[in-house]
């Protein structure tokens, strides 16, 4: 998506492409797509055994600070939020880090730090590999759990998505209200059908990513009473986008 805003945020226009590098490009997602509806779904080994599997992703966060007394960075929360920034606080082990915004991309967050004359940098966020065994499970429940799983993780870059859209007013936030509960809807029916798999079976594995899913949908909830309430939507999509991949790479 192409941004022209000249804020803390901003997204260097893309360059035009050539007619022949766009060919390129195109045939490189075709094929980039076959391969992950190969590999990051079902790999099924003998005795019933099944493994499912996801490609880590990576998000690359805009860092304003980072400090190793959360307290610290609390007190930076109102001058960043001032900025335009998210404000949230990521809380890495030893070091947390207050969080400008999350990009998708490595180029993305680079354009940002470029263009600003601010104090930041760039600090990759990987979501964790999924693996897991899932003993008798058909292969329907299998794909119906993986592809549930892979919606959640999924709607990071849709977040992402929104929060642009939102920002450069090409939607309404009453509109994005809607999309995003819209994706709630679809994880909590996603919920209940793994449930209703748990009821006669067993699997800590799939429990453990049920329980992300509800904090998922937890997320997604505020965020739609937000946008609803007019509760500072602008910083309100940032943050809660912050706090939904937090969710995913932990």
Not at 48 to 69: F, I, K, M, P, T
Request: negative net charge; hydrophobic residues 40%.
């Amino acid at each position: 998506m192409e941004n022209d805003y000249n804020n803390i945020f901003e997204i260097k226009k893309k360059r035009k492409f050539s007619k022949i590098f766009f060919i390129f490009v195109v045939l490189l997602i075709i094929v980039t797509g076959v391969y992950l509806v190969c590999t990051h779904i079902i790999l099924p080994s003998s005795n019933n055994h099944y493994d499912v599997y996801r490609s880590q992703d990576g998000y690359y966060a805009v860092v304003l600070g980072e400090n190793d007394d959360y307290q610290k960075l609390e007190a930076m929360y109102g001058s960043v939020v001032a900025l335009g920034a998210s404000g949230y606080i990521w809380q890495g082990g030893d070091t947390s880090y207050i969080i400008a915004l999350i990009y998708p991309t490595e180029d993305m967050a680079k354009s940002v730090v470029a263009s600003n004359s601010i104090d930041m940098h760039i600090q990759k966020f990987e979501t964790k590999q999924i693996a897991f065994n899932l003993d008798n499970f058909s292969p329907n429940e299998i794909d119906t759990i993986a592809q549930a799983i892979n919606f959640v993780y999924d709607m990071g870059k849709v977040l992402y998505e929104l929060t642009i859209s939102i920002q450069l007013g090409g939607i309404s936030t009453i509109a994005g209200a809607s999309a995003v509960n819209t994706h709630k809807g679809q994880i909590l029916a996603n919920i209940a059908t793994i449930q209703s798999y748990l009821n006669d079976k067993s699997s800590d594995n799939v429990n453990y990513y049920v329980a992300k899913m509800i904090k998922a949908s937890n997320i997604l909830e505020k965020l739609v009473n937000q946008l609803l309430t007019n509760q500072d939507e602008s910083n309100a999509i940032k943050y809660c986008m912050c706090e939904y991949i937090y969710e995913l790479c932990n």
